[in-house]
Each structure stands twice: as structure tokens, then as C-alpha cells.
């Protein structure tokens, strides 16, 4: 079965991944590959054998993925009280193909739905304790090129979506919505470890509650805030004012520190959820429903 390829890359199809994993690593070569599906926007992914998983980047974006997880991922995994992936190798390009790509321990569980957790307080503060401790294990030799960029820089593209959006949301309650994140004072702590992509796509379960956090292409170094979008694109009222208590008790904030942060993971949740919106929601509708969700309950706080 074959993947829609970005320009200059080749088709990227079960052939391939086959042709890829059997050159780089003759170890594997007999074990059975299947593809997984749905696959995910960034990446086309293969089961491998019983135990490991393939990832191929389907465009430059997500290219530097697989050594930024083989690299931080280990050092990481100790001190998070979630499973995350386990790098086991990273394949060069060949065969057509321009990026590398990752071979990883399969994590068994099923994508976390709204319907199953959104009410689980469980989860909530689950949740709040990973990103905490994701925070507490910021090492001192971070990268400056992991810094995270500042909210302020995606107003000309969310002002832009608001416009776009204005015959299907309330275009003057997100604008407001928007000043009051773009005005709420910054993050006045040492810069901290983000997942940068925390949302329900990338959260597995097992036996109905959350035990996994997958795809750490967006890690970086800066405001937490940006995290905070866990709490719109999955949980209900109740169950985010949990995980809002949990997490300033687990990172010891004053009200006003507490404020603030979340003036600015709202305004994280409202720009990242219109923008996918305006870029992704007309060609996939599950997309579609879940940015959906995300700007709804950012409107909610």
C-alpha cells in the first residue's frame, strides 16, 4: 500500500520501508512488516515483527525526528512516570529516499479518545504529574537550537486563521481570547523541557486508562505553556480544573504565576487548534472534529 509522497520523494509504500529496513539492518530483514493505519500526518509507520516499529518521515519538517528521539528519549524515560518511546536505531536514507528514519520498541495501546478520558480525573492529574516531571528532568546541556520559539511569534498566522474562520467561530471572543494570552506576563523561570505537540492523538491507553506519550518531533527547551493544550483537546471543564490544580501544586505556583500560565496555554491551544483547522480541516474530518473541540474548550478556559 502506498503513501501520498511530498515533491521529490518517492512514493513511500510497503516495498520501500521493506527494501530500507532489509538493507541497513540484515538483523530484521526475515521479521514481517506491515503498515499501520491510520498512519500519522508526520510520519508513515510499519509494524515490525511483534516487538518494534518503523517511522518514516513523510516530509523535511519531521526529518530530524527520529536523532532527536534517539538522542533525548533515553536520557528521558527514567524520570517520566508514562512509557515513551524506546529508540532502537536510526536507518540512513537509500533507495530514493532523503531522510532518516527511526526503528523503535513497539508500544502496545490504543490512541486515547475524548469519549473514553475526557471526564477521567485519573487522567487529568496523571497527565499533570508526566508534564512536571518532563519539566523537573531539564538537563543543563540543552541545545540553544531546541529553544522553543515565543507565542508572540505565531500572531500574524492565528490573526490570519481568525479572519478565516469567522463564518464558523466567534471571531471578537477569539480575537479577545488571543490579547489576553498575547498580554499575560511570560514564563519567569528558567526555560523548562516541553513535549510541544502534547495532545490526544499522541497519548496511548491500556486497559482504559492513559500509559504511554508518543512523538517527541516538537521537544524543546522554554515556556510550558505550550503544553497545556492536553487539557482543550482532551478534557471536559471538571476534569481540566483538576489537572490546572495538580500541575501548579506539582510545579509549586502562585496564583499569579498560575494565571498567567494558563492565559498563555490558551492562547497555545487557540493558535495551534486554528491553524491546523485552517490548513488540515477541509481534507481530514477527524482533524476537522478535533480542532474543532480545541478551539471550543479554549473559548471555555
Not at 40 to 52: N, S, T
Request: aromatic share 6%; glycine share 8%.
Amino acid at each position: 500500500m502506498t503513501e501520498t509522497a511530498p515533491p521529490g520523494c518517492p512514493e513511500i509504500d510497503t516495498r520501500l520501508v521493506r527494501r530500507l529496513v532489509d538493507d541497513r539492518f540484515p538483523r530484521w530483514a526475515g521479521l514481517p512488516l506491515r503498515p499501520v493505519r491510520p498512519g500519522g500526518l508526520d510520519h508513515v509507520i510499519h509494524r515490525l515483527g511483534e516487538d518494534l516499529s518503523v517511522r518514516l518521515p513523510r516530509h523535511a519538517d519531521a526529518a530530524g525526528q527520529a536523532d532527536k528521539e534517539s538522542l533525548w528519549l533515553p536520557r528521558l524515560a527514567p524520570h517520566l512516570p508514562l512509557a515513551v518511546p524506546e529508540p532502537v536505531a536510526v536507518g540512513e536514507p537509500g533507495f530514493g529516499y532523503p531522510w532518516p528514519w527511526a526503528v523503535s520498541r513497539w508500544l502496545p495501546g490504543e490512541t486515547a479518545t475524548v469519549e473514553a478520558l475526557a471526564d477521567s480525573a485519573v487522567c487529568a492529574r496523571r497527565l499533570a504529574r508526566f508534564l512536571a516531571a518532563l519539566q523537573r528532568s531539564t538537563p543543563r546541556d540543552v541545545p540553544e537550537r531546541l529553544a522553543g520559539e515565543p507565542l508572540a511569534l505565531r500572531d500574524p498566522d492565528t490573526r490570519s486563521s481568525i479572519a478565516m474562520v469567522a463564518d464558523t467561530f466567534d471571531a471578537r471572543a477569539l480575537a479577545s481570547l488571543w490579547e489576553s494570552a498575547l498580554d499575560a506576563p511570560a514564563w519567569n523561570r528558567p526555560p523548562v523541557w516541553f513535549h510541544g505537540d502534547f495532545h490526544t492523538r499522541n497519548l496511548l491507553t491500556t486497559g482504559g486508562e492513559v500509559s504511554a506519550v508518543i512523538d517527541f518531533g516538537s521537544l524543546g527547551l522554554g515556556d510550558p505553556a505550550r503544553d497545556l493544550m492536553m487539557a482543550f483537546t482532551l478534557m471536559s471543564p471538571a476534569t481540566r480544573a483538576e489537572f490546572r490544580a495538580e500541575l501548579g501544586t506539582e510545579l509549586g505556583l502562585g496564583p499569579g504565576e498560575d494565571d498567567a500560565l494558563w492565559a498563555r496555554g490558551r492562547g497555545w491551544a487557540l493558535a495551534t487548534g486554528l491553524i491546523a483547522h485552517v490548513v488540515h480541516a477541509a481534507a481530514h474530518p477527524d482533524i476537522a472534529a478535533q480542532t474543532t473541540r480545541q478551539i471550543e474548550q479554549a473559548l471555555l478556559g
